[in-house]
Antibody
Framework: QVQLQESGPGLVKPSETLSLTCTVS??????????CSWIRQPPGKGLEWIGY???????NYNPSLKSRVTISVDTSKNQFSLKLSSVTAADTALYYC???????????????WGQGTLVTVSS | QSVLTQPPSVSAAPGQKVTISCSGS????????VSWYQQLPGTAPKLLIY???KRPSGIPDRFSGSKSGTSATLGITGLQTGDEADYYC????????????FGGGTKLTVL
């Protein structure tokens, strides 16, 4: 059974960089079948896709966040990571990692999801 | 404002049926698969329907999905109080700035 677990600081200061890690168990991120994705949810609001990375290193980011986002993968640790720079209060959210599936047209679905980790941006 | 449009809320009595719509365009729903996610209070979203109308293992057949043109619909029959949750549709958007898009979410209340 594949499981994902997010980890990282719960509090980040404005203008600094948010860094989170997703540890995958029950499957290998280098299996080549899945796209390691990040999704966030501001308190009381809906879901927003942040981006994904494929084992080859290929990435795709939400255009609204692209200038500030970096997603990377560490196959030796079976982890993938998110960095979001120059954060503001608007980046306060629950951050989820999820396994994405790909078909010829694009991403297909997300399953499973991690439990999520709350990151608050505040001084 | 979300690329995919969902009603903010729907409600129905236990045992009844409810549908949740998800409206998009030719660059997203019209030419790509739609998936649906259930988010119970205080929990992470869970895949409910994928590739428009397929159910993952363990999802009861009370849940169904369909797609027509640039719209998709989630149906839930035999409503239970445990179905109270937020429901999100999502799909790939193949426009110039290709990426994944979610609907704004629909809060289901079982009266």
């Amino acid at each position: 059974q594949v499981q994902l677990q997010e980890s990282g600081p719960g509090l980040v200061k404005p203008s600094e960089t948010l860094s989170l890690t997703c540890t995958v168990s029950g499957a290998s991120v280098s299996s080549g079948r899945y796209y390691c994705s990040w999704i966030r949810q501001p308190p009381g609001k809906g879901l927003e896709w942040i981006g994904y990375i494929y084992v080859s290193g290929s990435t795709n980011y939400n255009p609204s966040l692209k200038s500030r986002v970096t997603i990377s993968v560490d196959t030796s640790k079976n982890q993938f990571s998110l960095k979001l720079s120059s954060v503001t209060a608007a980046d306060t959210a629950l951050y989820y990692c999820a396994r994405g599936s790909w078909y010829w047209g694009g991403l297909n679905w997300f399953d499973p999801w991690g439990q999520g980790t709350l990151v608050t941006v505040s001084s | 404002q979300s690329v995919l449009t969902q009603p903010p809320s729907v409600s129905a009595a236990p045992g009844q049926k409810v549908t949740i719509s998800c409206s998009g365009s030719s660059s997203n729903i019209g030419n790509n698969y739609v998936s649906w996610y259930q988010q119970l209070p205080g929990t992470a979203p869970k895949l409910l329907i994928y590739e428009n109308n397929k159910r993952p293992s363990g999802i009861p057949d009370r849940f169904s999905g369909s797609k027509s043109g640039t719209s998709a619909t989630l149906g839930i029959t035999g409503l239970q109080t445990g179905d109270e949750a937020d429901y999100y549709c999502g799909t790939w958007d193949s426009s110039l700035s290709a990426g994944w898009v979610f609907g704004g979410g629909t809060k289901l209340t079982v009266l």
